[in-house]
């Protein structure tokens, strides 16, 4: 059995390696100050939420990261609930862990007055493009973003 629940401060430990799975980029030093932020309400002067799936206690297999951000691609509202980062160990992918947090975040949503939900995927991500169609997700533009040192 699968329990879902909201993160609080104390679960960072437990969500740094699946947030280093998801975004192995970034430092460890940067999930943890990003974490620490985020479980404290704080990051980036957004609303967040953070969902948990738990197989058992201490053993986190999923986590869906939710803000509201007041401007996203292809939106009208300026209240939007937006996924920020979605996450299912491989060993408990297409079991309906991943919608369940998702649906779990849009309750939350719609508590705080949000009637539309954002996300994005890398272009080159085409199992999460899919996964995000089948929550009834549709696209709103594609876009490539650029940079330079000067």
């Not at 991500?125 to 594609?142: K, Q």
């Amino acid at each position: 059995m699968i329990n879902f629940r909201v993160a609080d401060q104390a679960d960072g430990k437990v969500l740094l390696p699946l947030r280093q799975a998801l975004w192995p980029e970034e430092s460890e030093a940067e999930h943890r100050l990003e974490m620490e932020a985020i479980l404290q309400g704080e990051f980036l002067k957004r609303r967040w939420l953070v969902l948990l799936a738990e197989a058992h206690p201490e053993k986190v297999i999923g986590f869906a990261e939710l803000s509201i951000r007041s401007r996203a691609p292809g939106c009208q509202s300026n209240q939007i609930l937006y996924l920020e980062g979605w996450y299912v160990e491989a060993g408990y992918r297409r079991q309906g862990v991943g919608r369940r947090l998702v649906q779990a975040g849009e309750r939350w949503g719609r508590t705080q007055g949000c009637t539309e939900f954002a996300s994005d995927v890398e272009p080159e991500n085409t199992v999460s493009a899919v996964a995000h169609r089948a929550l009834g997700f549709v696209g709103t533009e594609r876009a490539h973003t650029f940079r330079k040192y000067i």
